[in-house]
């Protein structure tokens, strides 16, 4: 069933106020399963705890952390939020700026000059908000693809909202990344890699049974790690180099909750991923488990089975995986495990 999602245009009252006021309609339908503070999942994979206000008039706010929030990804009048509901007062949210695509969620660098801020900011403010709001399109399900850009003239902008949420593909599948030109198919394989690490968290899968149960499974393997130990799991995965091509991570929470995703990274992606779509092997000891693969727009990443793969082998926040490429024919990546309590 597809989720209800609303967006809204930021306006001069809502820096001045430094809360954002939730739709109307959005609220009666939903007010009642909503507690007292939301989480807000960003692309980049950080999660935000935003407290809400409730008025005796129905009327909810995000405010408690919504300035910090708003200071972190530099949201600023006439930018475009997407909040996608995911249950659980929980929410995935996309930024779009002035010039109507997508930010680099990476980076706190404004995209837009002063001149242009304030040139637009007076065409937003004759937007009226609510008209910009749309609640379970009918047969829609949210997607999320890399470069899209939306309208932002009233007239159009619900009409680019509901194609922004249609296709096949999730709304997992993205984080902006520079424009790399589309390779089709697989490339040869034929060049060894050196290792990449990668420390970038990654948003939450787009299932919602898994969604309803983000912070029971990411909170089960959280640890207490002290910054020696994670040190030293580090340094020992360091000295760990396959002959074969591979790369590190270094296991966060945001890759330990059911439904979750992980990116890899892109140098090794863009060699030895371009053209994967679909489950290839990851083996730790002699046992293989399947992992959903997807390789688009110079990115990679892990989804469906990864979960399954850190719940069975017990691994845990702290924890560096090494990946080494086995196979190329029916893709094999071997995974040596550094975990945290082996050097305490």
Excluded at 259 to 282: D, N, Q, R, T, W
Aim: aromatic share 12%.
């Amino acid at each position: 069933m597809p989720r209800p999602f609303f967006h809204k245009l930021i306006f001069s009252s809502t820096i001045q106020e430094k809360r954002l006021r939730v739709p109307d309609k959005f609220v009666s339908k939903f007010k009642d399963e909503l507690s007292v503070a939301v989480a807000l999942t960003v692309p980049d994979g950080h999660v935000w705890r935003v407290g809400l206000r409730k008025a005796d008039n129905n009327k909810i706010w995000f405010q408690d952390g919504w300035q910090e929030f708003v200071d972190r990804y530099s949201i600023r009048i006439g930018y475009l939020l997407i909040f996608r509901y995911e249950g659980n007062s929980a929410f995935s949210v996309y930024i779009y700026n002035l010039s109507h695509s997508e930010i680099n969620y990476h980076s706190t660098g404004l995209m837009d000059s002063a001149h242009n801020h304030f040139k637009r900011a007076r065409l937003f403010e004759e937007l009226e908000d609510e008209d910009v709001e749309v609640v379970h399109p009918s047969s829609l399900y949210p997607s999320h693809h890399p470069g899209t850009t939306v309208a932002a003239s009233k007239g159009h902008t619900s009409s680019a909202i509901q194609s922004f949420f249609t296709g096949p593909v999730k709304a997992e599948e993205t984080t902006p990344t520079p424009k790399v030109p589309k390779k089709r198919g697989r490339k040869k394989k034929n060049a060894v890699a050196g290792p990449e690490e990668i420390n970038s968290s990654a948003p939450p899968d787009d299932d919602p049974e898994n969604r309803s149960k983000f912070y029971e499974s990411a909170s089960a393997r959280k640890r207490t790690v002290t910054a020696e130990e994670r040190e030293r799991a580090i340094n020992a995965a360091k000295t760990f180099e396959p002959t074969n091509p591979f790369f590190r991570v270094v296991l966060r929470p945001s890759y330990l909750y059911r439904g979750c995703i992980m990116y890899l990274p892109s140098g090794f992606a863009e060699k030895y991923l371009s053209g994967i779509s679909g489950f290839i092997k990851v083996q730790l000891g002699e046992k293989q488990w399947p992992v959903r693969c997807l390789y688009k727009a110079g990115r990679a990443k892990f989804s469906q089975g990864w979960y399954e793969f850190t719940l069975e082998n017990n691994l845990g926040e702290g924890d560096v995986c090494v990946f080494e490429l086995l196979r190329t024919r029916d893709f094999v990546l071997k995974v040596t495990a550094f975990r945290v309590n082996e050097y305490v």
